[in-house]
């Protein structure tokens, strides 16, 4: 059972899969402060959908992953809202769907700095947090991957997928270095998943044109991720530390 006022960080709460999770931890029983960069207006709707009673238990930040302040600034808002307990670092870009030969230089520079950079800077920032753990609470972090780490999604965005590839590197390592401490280290990778970041690659249909590789036969639903999520920061997986969870439809 989550303790009240147990509060639960998602980064890119807006859409897809980061909504998904917002709302799921929601239902049970977190409270939840999750970001984004540029989409206030699903933010607000989102708070006003979840937030139905006069405890305001959701809260959305404006605050780009990539700013230099941004894991502080995280932290720091999460903390009025109540113990934090979870690190769910899920927001990610993929730059534009192509060849290596196509990549750009800023394209290069973002996918790292989103996927990469401000995901291991989040995790410091718990880790010298949480390190200190004299109540003895339980912490979590889940990372999200993608099969992209396993597959190195050739001619599509090879640059993002080892981006993911060393986000499966950071959870393993770093589950190690906390478990003392009592904060559990993980990531989910999911296949394909209907969501916006497709055709934000540049391609909308994507998931639906890969759905024939997936032995499950189609895309998965964000929801479907943040089952995996939710339990990944619930007392179930409380012997899960340092493992990768494929969500992947049998890719
Ligand atoms: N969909 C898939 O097929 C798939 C497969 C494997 C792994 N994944 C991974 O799952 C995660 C979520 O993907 P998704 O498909 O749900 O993506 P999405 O639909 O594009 O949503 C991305 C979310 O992240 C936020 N975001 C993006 N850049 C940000 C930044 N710099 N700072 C703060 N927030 C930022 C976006 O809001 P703003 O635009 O307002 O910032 C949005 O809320 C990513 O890590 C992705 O790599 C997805």
Request: with cysteine; net charge neutral; hydrophobic share 40%.
């Amino acid at each position: 059972m989550v303790k009240e006022k147990s509060v639960v960080i998602v980064t890119g709460g807006t859409r897809g899969i980061g909504r998904s999770c917002v709302e799921r931890l929601h239902k049970d029983g977190f409270n939840v402060l999750f970001t984004h960069s540029n989409s206030e207006n699903d933010a607000q709707e989102l708070q006003n959908t979840l937030n139905t009673t006069k405890t305001k238990r959701i809260k959305g930040l404006h605050c780009n992953v990539t700013d230099l302040d941004a894991a502080s600034r995280i932290f720091c808002e999460a903390e009025k809202l109540g113990e934090v307990v979870g690190l769910v670092n899920n927001a990610g870009i993929t730059g534009k769907l192509g060849p290596m030969t196509q990549l750009t230089d800023a394209d290069l520079s973002n996918v790292v700095e989103v996927n990469l950079t401000s995901t291991i800077r989040l995790c410091r920032e718990a880790a010298i947090r949480w390190s200190n753990n004299s109540n003895g609470i339980r912490r979590s972090i889940v990372n999200i991957s993608s099969v992209a780490a396993r597959t190195g999604s050739p001619g599509e965005y090879v640059a993002y997928a080892a981006t993911k590839a060393a986000v499966e590197t950071l959870s393993i390592g770093l589950a190690k270095e906390l478990a003392s401490v009592g904060v559990l280290v993980n990531a989910v990778s999911p296949g394909t998943i209907d969501t916006t970041i497709h055709a934000r690659a540049g391609e909308p249909g994507r998931a639906m044109r890969v759905a024939s590789r997936i032995p499950l036969g189609r895309p998965g639903q964000p929801e479907e991720i943040a089952n995996a999520v939710a339990w990944m920061l619930s007392d179930e997986s409380s012997y899960v530390t340092a493992s990768v969870m494929n969500v992947a439809g049998g890719l």
